[in-house]
Each structure stands twice: as C-alpha cells, then as structure tokens.
C-alpha cells in the first residue's frame, strides 16, 4: 500500500493558481469517486479551501499515485494557463503523514494555531466517506489525525491567544468586564472591521448582549443593526446614548473626532463611574486619545490592538515548537503501527502454520500409542507448546525489528519461503 499527497498553499501558490485548482462544494462526491475509480486506487480525499487544494490518496503498490493526480487534475481544471507542477508539492509515506498531522494542527496554517483548518479538513473526511471515497487505512489516518489536533489544541496554548484586530478587542473586553453576557455594545460606523468585532463580542456573550448601531446614514444604521438583531439610533443621539453602553466601537469615516474628552466626561458621570471600553478602529481616530485619561474609560485604537496582537503571534510561535515536537512525536507512533501492522498478517500465518505442525506430530503419538493419561496428554501438549513457541520466538522478533526498515520486505519474503506461507 502506498500513500501519497500532492497539493499547493499559500506558501507555494499566488491565489490565482489556488483559484484555478479549488474545487467547489457540489463537484467534490463526482471528483472524489472519479479518483478512486483510477487503477490501483484503494481511498481518496479532497481538500480545497481558500488557502490549499490537496489529494490524498492510498493506492496499490504497483500503482503510480503522482500520475493518477496529475491526470485527474489535467480532467477537471484542463485551461490554457501554465504549468501548475512548479507550485506542487509531494510527499509519500512517513512524510505524507507528518504533512496531514501539521495541517490538522494548523501548524501549517497563514495563521498558526487558527481553528477553521481542523473544520474543514473534516468537513473533506465527511463528503468522502459518503461519496465512499475513504473506507479503510485512510479512515483510521485521518480520525489519528483529527486525535492529534486535539492533543495539540490541549497540550500547548496555540490556540489561546488573539491574532486578530477583532479578536483581541473581545480578549480585552473580557478582561476588563470578564463575563460578556448582557453587555451593551455601540458601534459607531459601518466598516467591515466594526462589524467583524460586533460579531466576535456577540459570539462571546453567547448571543446575550445588546447591540445599538449608529450612522451617518440611517439606512446603513437599520442594515447592520439587522444583522445582530439590534437596535439602530440616529446620529444625532449618539452621545445621548452612550450612559447605557459598555463596550463603543468606533469606526466612523469621519475626518474629526465624534467623541471628545469634556464629552467623554458626562458620559461617565452618567454612568456613575461604571468602567467602559472604547475601541477606537478608524484611521483617522475617531475618539480623542485624551479620553483615554478618564477614570475608568479604556480606550485603545487600532495600534495598541496590533501590538497584542503581534505579542500574541510571538507567544504562538513559541508554543509552535513546543506543538512540532508533539506532532513528530506522534508520526513515530503512528509509523511503529504501522509497521507492526505490515508483519502481522506473516505472524499470524507462521504462528497458524507451527501451531498446525504440533496438533499433526501430536495425533501421530496419540494413533501409534493410544489414548494417555491426562497428566501425560497435558504435559505432552505443553511440551508442543513450548517447541513450537520457541521456533516462532526467532522469526518473529526478527519480523518486528525489520518492519519498515529498508530490508524489511526481504525478511519477510524470506520468512514466508522458509515456512512455506501463503499471502
């Protein structure tokens, strides 16, 4: 059996060549049994995200795995542009399985330790095993990969730290309020990143916050105010309303300050000095940084977020190390499976064969000198017994020493000869 996995990244591909091989959702069951009904191709998998386009394949071990996928994608993705070999990698055996490992893990992701990699490379495993594109050793690979992410997620902090704008503007506000739950958030604008802050902060309360949209255009107001089922407010009564906000998140095209520090002040006398967070994301700011001087008022713009953010990435890399080793450490014990699993099947044929030897020499004692006594009947099975283990003792050991060394499929061919054994 062999296994191979050819496949292109955003290491080794512009998005243009990532484009032309991805592969959409709705074509993914036909591709997947047009692979596996390729000669000599036992299971197959398909990974296409917006970062990577991979295929997995085990095959047969006359077959020529690379061949099958570069005429499978020459089939589906046949066009005029050049040559994709050059943005195409490879890897086989021991290799392919440290490669499924890190992908898993996200360690080989744009973003070390981001989850979505995971929920995707399941999503692949599932459209497969329905299109019953993977029903054997693949199967077990993957769901060994699926146990080493987890392993990783738990015994290393890849995971935990923010390594986004957004994400490290909700890490703050749970630092400052620690629960979310029934928070009231403002957003003052309507840029993209406002809103994707909104949605991590929402996710984060568990649904149980309050959102009020403000805008220089209304419409724009009731648009995103829909999208979290908030509340839109018009211009006008923008600082009016900030008593009863926790958490602004100002992203406002505006070229001056919307919100200013004698403001600021009324607002808090309001609110009886009850701590606020200011997430200031507009360039040009859009809150005067002397509000930040206010009691109780955390203000942080879009630098102060990307420095977390960039300490984050620091911190993630380091516990990176810490997830390779456990990865690596984890493709060994997947290899020594395997290769006690390649010299099973012989094992058990020369142990059924030895044992099948003593039950023949032992009926012959029993026809030539009748029915014994059954301490001598125990002890001459135990006698067989203990010849026939110790025959199989030296074959055996030399089997699983061998497994998956260079000169293993010699020893084990020699082993079958010896002993006349069938595949």
Known sequence: MKLHLSGVSHKTAPVEVR???AFRPEVLPAALQDLKSAEGVAEALILSTCNRVEITLTTEDGADPQAVIDRFLARYHAN???SIAPYLYRHEGRDAIHHLFRVASSLDSMII???QILGQLKAAYSTAKDAGAV???LDGLLTRAFGVAKRVRSETGIGQMAVSVSYAAV???????GSLENRTVMIAGAGKMSELTARHLRRSSGGKSHVFVTNRTYERSLEMARLFQGTPVEYTRFTAMLPEVDILIASSAAPHYILRKDEMRRVMAARRNRPMLLIDIAVPRNIEPAVGDIDQVFLKDIDALQEVVDANLREREKEAHRAEALVAEEVDRMMARLRVAEVTPTIVALQTVLEQIGAVELEKVRRKYGPLPPEQEEALAALTRGIVNKIAHGPITELRSQAGQPN???VVALVK???NLQD
């Open 171 to 177: 890490e703050l506000a749970r630092k400052i309020f």
């Open 135 to 137: 029903c054997g050793w």
């Open 80 to 82: 005029g542009e050049a």
């Open 408 to 410: 293993g499929a010699h």
């Open 417 to 419: 000869k010896v002993f």
């Open 113 to 115: 330790g981001e989850p």
């Open 19 to 21: 484009e032309l091989l």
